[in-house]
């Protein structure tokens, strides 16, 4: 079960995902798991887990908020997030929350991103994205 993993989020999905199946096959010998063209996403695991997952920042931007943000807004600015899948998502925000993180997107349904998936997008202090998703 995947615990935690980056995920980038990219501009160009198809030669990033070109150049991650290349780079990991080349250096790890690591397939993707997925890759869906249509959806602007991929995956790769090693060990039972992810490793590395790519997704089209402009879906994130609009998913956080920021549909069509400059590259300097809050949203339209991020590379990369922090994924953690927990138990309840809903349960998981309000604790970080609670803790100082600022609430980008409140817990949600995204059945257009996975059947039963549940995500919550937060900012650490320092700006930095974190997904939490239950499924």
Not at 35 to 60: C, H, I, K, Q
Not at 74 to 96: I, K, N, Q, Y
Not at 112 to 118: C, H, M, N, Q, S
Request: proline residues 7%; hydrophobic residues 45%; glycine residues 8%.
């Amino acid at each position: 079960m995947d615990a935690l993993y980056p995920r980038l989020l990219v501009d160009d999905f198809d030669a990033c995902a070109r150049f991650y199946e290349a780079t990991l096959l080349e250096l790890l010998g690591v397939r993707p798991v997925k890759v869906l063209p249509e959806a602007r996403y991929a995956t790769w695991d090693l060990g039972g887990g992810t490793v590395l997952s790519l997704f089209d920042r402009a879906s994130v931007a609009e998913a956080v908020g920021a549909p069509g943000s400059s590259a300097d807004a809050p949203a339209g600015r991020d590379r990369s997030m922090l994924v953690l899948r927990v138990e309840d998502a809903d349960t998981a925000a309000a604790r970080l929350a609670a803790l100082g993180a600022t609430v980008a997107a409140p817990p949600q349904d995204r059945p257009a991103w996975g059947p039963g998936l549940r995500t919550a997008h937060l900012r650490d202090p320092d700006g930095n994205l974190i997904e939490l998703q239950s499924y």
